[in-house]
């Protein structure tokens, strides 16, 4: 089992020292640099638009899930005042 797990962490760093040792002078092609940087980039945008869309409204408070009579109340966000202890 170690010795999968110790291939599987070495594996990308002798795939880039084969490719460093295969071609010293050449970079990788623009192609892949401009689509990893794409792809990059739409990733962190995602990542901004939805932590403001998953975002609460100010003044709102978050209730966790609870047991109530015998049944689970799901979790909610609710104004700030209303929440039960």
Not at 22 to 33: C, D, N, Q, S, T
Not at 35 to 45: E, R, S
């Given at each position: 089992?170690?010795?999968?797990?110790?291939?599987?962490?070495?594996?990308?760093?002798?795939?880039?020292?084969?490719w460093?040792?295969?071609?010293?002078?050449?970079?990788?092609?623009?192609?892949?640099?401009?689509?990893v940087?794409?792809?990059?980039?739409?990733?962190?945008?995602?990542?901004?638009?939805?932590?403001?869309?998953?975002?609460?409204?100010?003044?709102t408070?978050?209730?966790?899930?609870?047991?109530?009579?015998?049944?689970?109340?799901?979790?909610?966000?609710?104004?700030?005042g209303?929440?039960?202890?």
């Amino acid at each position: 089992m170690r010795f999968a797990e110790i291939i599987m962490l070495a594996l990308p760093f002798v795939v880039f020292v084969a490719w460093r040792l295969m071609a010293p002078e050449a970079g990788p092609p623009k192609v892949l640099v401009i689509a990893v940087t794409a792809a990059v980039t739409v990733m962190a945008i995602m990542l901004v638009v939805l932590w403001y869309e998953d975002a609460s409204p100010p003044g709102t408070l978050y209730e966790p899930a609870r047991l109530e009579n015998g049944r689970i109340v799901p979790s909610q966000v609710v104004p700030n005042g209303t929440a039960k202890p």
